[in-house]
């Protein structure tokens, strides 16, 4: 049997990815960001969303890609890995589909990008769209932030 | 069947009832000879047990099941509790105590238990070299008192103890006939007339004319010398029909003796001239060459009501969060709906929106009621620990908890236990003095410590009040000035509560050497900083010769904490009150350069400058463009610093919100709070600016 997997897709650039449905809580629109200072570059501060005090993260940034203005179409999309809560500056999303399990292929060997070890795969659509599944665990892996950050500094 | 679903709750549940057990085996141990506790204790052991072989736990549930196997010897009255026993039983809480602590961890509970279930097991089969042949059964329907241990002459005595020096087997062993036979003599002939068969029997009790004429009740006790193994002798009894249970101990010259003291105590029980024997059963022989110390007293004044019927539903402390949380919305429309109201000017509206308020306000209330837990799920640790520590000491000490039911929030109440287990070893350890000296002080030999609770205004104080030494100011001041805290100049000019302060100072310890309870490589220094980042303090009050007094200020909730918010550009942060000394503006030509430091005179003293808006890199406020600088002068101990901000805004109740965990820890931010107009503002951690 064909497992189905819903997925909610989210748009960076020209880019389409896809998360799992279970493991997003909401999209929200833009709102007041409070800045939290000496962070990581891409942490773009904190939110208050209906109480709860949760980061955000500029997906752009996180995957090294240019970052740009936010626009009426921008979102927060707010994840939950474990007991972590992360809301993702996306450039829109809109739309939530069904893809079949066995439509995902391994992510490609790719050069330069987003690093492939963010990506779980590759799903391709019907209409010939490519969707790219996010490993969340990875986006949200610190470790290899903080590694990162000290190459650079 | 998924039992997830139920581990939070077998844990809680553990928790109380290991709980309970603590607190009443503390209780038996004052009085040994109540069979009440020993019942009560025993229905929470064999609770604990079911609960653990439901959950599959199984180490759990068989260390329960030894404690219950003791247990029910001593409610039956066939064992007298006794310090062994106690250490034992003890030993097994603690081991229980680590394994549930395991599962909470979501471990297996397992743990290796076997030398507490070896204990446990050598009380029950009165093995235990302590000596203790179970106690006297009796039976009041007949005249007959049966001791278990069959009292020697000192023929048979010499007997045994040469059989057992040329290294014969020799054996103790006690037969209980079937209640149900209908002809016991017989029974008991037959098992007299296997084991002559197979060895000798020195001395029986009842005598064997006494037991061929039926004169004895179902049991009956032998001394027996044989080749034969013990296993092996109690299956061949036990093969006998109607023969309930046969136990069979091998005896060495130790255990011989022993059973023979007790034995003579128990014919002295029956040589009186109104035996009593429910009421004075045989001294347990191995402590009656030395009285049993009964190291600690531990009484709560406020005695607990008996068993109320609960009146509490267990909620999930994440549920309260998101209570909480649901509740900060509310508010935060309510001002915006104030807000509307008085800009519509209709009557109406306003006055239903007064109602809300009024409503909300009250509701408020409660919610936060709701986290707020008594003490005493911390103190209730502390009897145990108490008495552990005088017995590691070799004091005698009086814990008196007051004000148990003085209520915290629960996150004060999580954080408090370690400095407050600090504190009582320190009046343990280095309060009360020992025995011998308190005797020379012309003091009673039990040293009382109070650990009290109560409620103040906003604040909730913990005292800790021992009857010991005190503190001499002058041994000290010296000791200060020997570690470099102090000079001899500064300290002549101190007052005596000053010089007693110096103990929380850091690297300070007044003990000459390091012990194992109190000198744990840390110092009072860190109970302080602890109570301090709780928003509390400390101060300590001793008169020499008499006893010292540690008071612990706290605040009643974590959650909501008075604080100062600040300006800095577009951004808003909060600093906690209770570390703000005061608010000042500074010129900028009063900001000094030191060895590269930035530096103001502030009351006669220098003290570092900080930029709030370089450290946090605010990006459209910067204080060097201003002449003259607003300034927030914090404080750490002892120590001041000012940290220039652009504009005050005001003070403000705020409640305090994690930040998650994705986030790391970020130095000088303790956490975030959400304001009035829904925007997130961060708390400044001051600590953090002083170093």
């Known amino acids: 049997m064909e497992e189905e997997l819903k997925v909610i897709v989210f748009k960076l650039g020209s880019e389409e990815y896809g998360i799992e449905v279970d493991k997003v809580q909401t999209i929200e629109r833009m709102m007041p960001i409070t800045r939290v200072p000496k962070t990581f570059s891409f942490v773009k501060g904190v939110i208050n969303l209906r109480g709860v005090v949760i980061p955000v993260i500029d997906l752009r940034g996180r995957f090294s890609l240019r970052e740009t203005e936010y626009t009426d179409q921008t979102r927060i999309v707010i994840v939950g890995v474990d007991d972590m809560q992360v809301g993702f500056i996306v450039d829109s999303a809109n739309d939530v589909i069904d893809i079949k399990r066995d439509a995902i292929d391994s992510p490609p060997e790719v050069v330069g990008g987003v690093k492939a070890r963010y990506l779980r795969g590759v799903a391709k659509l019907e209409d010939a769209r490519l969707l790219i599944m996010l490993n969340l665990n990875e986006v949200l892996n610190k470790s290899e932030v903080v590694q990162l950050e000290s190459i650079e500094g | ?691």
């Open chain 2, 1 to 691: 069947m998924d039992m997830n679903q139920y581990l939070s709750m077998f844990i809680d549940e553990s928790n109380d009832h290991l709980q309970s057990l603590n607190e009443n085996m503390l209780q038996l141990e004052g009085s040994p000879e109540d069979l009440g506790i020993v019942q009560v204790i025993f229905r929470s052991a064999h609770t604990l047990k079911g609960m653990a072989a439901t959950m599959g736990f199984e180490d759990l549930a068989s260390l329960t099941h030894k404690m219950e196997n003791v247990l029910d010897l001593v409610r039956n009255e066939k064992l007298k509790m006794q310090d062994f026993i106690f250490d034992t039983l003890f030993k097994s809480l603690d081991a229980l105590e680590n394994m549930v602590q395991d599962i909470t961890g979501g471990g297996e509970g397992k743990a290796d238990v076997s030398s507490i279930v070896a204990s446990l097991q050598a009380i029950e089969s009165g093995e235990w070299t302590g000596g203790t042949a179970p106690v006297t059964e009796v039976n009041q329907s007949s005249s007959t008192v049966t001791p278990s241990a069959v009292e020697l002459d000192e023929f048979q005595y010499s007997v045994l103890d040469q059989s057992i020096a040329e290294g014969h087997r020799v054996l103790y062993i006690e037969v209980l006939v079937s209640e149900q036979s209908q002809l016991k003599g017989v029974r008991a002939y037959m098992v007299f007339d296997m084991l002559e068969r197979s060895g000798e029997i020195v001395k029986s009790f009842p005598t064997v004319q006494d037991i061929e004429q039926e004169k004895f009740e179902r049991s009956f006790s032998l001394y027996y010398i044989t080749t034969k193994e013990a296993q092996e002798l109690e299956k061949g009894i036990m093969s006998i029909s109607e023969i309930e249970s046969a136990k069979v101990i091998q005896l060495d010259q130790e255990t011989l003796q022993q059973m023979t003291n007790q034995a003579a105590a128990t014919a002295e029980v029956e040589a009186a001239p109104v035996p009593a024997p429910v009421d004075a059963p045989p001294e347990p022989s191995s402590s009656s060459k030395e009285e049993p110390k009964k190291p600690v007293v531990t009484k709560t004044a406020a005695p607990k009501q008996a068993a109320a019927p609960s009146r509490t539903i267990r909620v999930d402390i994440e549920r309260l969060d998101v209570l909480m949380n649901l509740f900060s919305e509310l508010l935060i429309d309510r001002s915006r709906l104030e807000q509307l109201a008085s800009e519509t000017g209709n009557n109406d509206l306003s006055d239903t929106v007064a109602h809300l308020s009024r409503v909300s306000t009250d509701l408020q209330n409660i919610v936060l009621k709701l986290r707020m837990v008594p003490v005493d799920t911390v103190f209730n640790r502390f009897p145990r620990m108490i008495r552990d520590l005088a017995k590691t000491l070799d004091k005698k000490i009086d814990l008196v908890i007051t004000g148990a039911e003085t209520e915290l929030d629960r996150t004060v109440i999580d954080e408090i236990g370690d400095p407050l287990v600090h504190l009582l070893r320190n009046a343990v350890d280095h309060g009360v003095e020992s025995i011998a000296e308190r005797v020379a002080a012309g003091k009673p030999e039990l040293g009382t410590v109070n650990l009290r609770a109560f409620h103040s205004g906003n604040h909730v104080f913990i005292e800790i009040e021992d009857d010991g030494k005190g503190i001499y100011r002058d041994n000290l001041l010296r000791t200060a000035v020997k570690r470099g805290v102090v000079t001899e100049e500064q300290g002549a000019k101190m007052s005596d509560d000053e010089v007693n302060q110096l103990l929380f100072a850091p690297g300070f310890s007044t003990a000459d050497k390091i012990s194992d309870i109190s000198g744990r490589g840390v110092g009072l220094d860190v109970v302080k900083s602890k109570i301090t980042s709780l928003g509390g303090n400390v101060t300590i009050h001793s008169t020499p010769g008499k006893g010292t007094n540690f008071s612990v200020q706290l605040p009643l909730t974590l959650s909501i904490i008075a604080a100062m918010l600040v300006r800095l550009g577009s951004e808003k942060y909060a600093v906690p009150l209770s570390s703000i000394v005061e608010t000042a503006i500074v010129q900028r030509e009063q900001v000094r350069n030191i060895h590269g430091n930035k530096m103001i005179t502030f009351r006669e003293s220098l003290i570092p400058y900080l930029s709030l808006s370089e450290v946090f890199g605010v990006p459209d406020f910067n204080d060097a463009d201003e002449q003259e600088t607003e300034i927030v002068v914090i404080r750490k101990g002892e120590r001041l610093a000012a940290v220039a901000v652009e504009e005050f805004i005001g003070q403000s109740e705020i409640v305090l919100k994690s930040m998650g965990t994705y986030l790391p820890a970020i130095e000088g931010i303790s956490g975030a709070t959400i304001l009035g107009d829904g925007q997130v503002a961060l708390i400044l951690d001051p600590n953090a600016f002083i170093k």
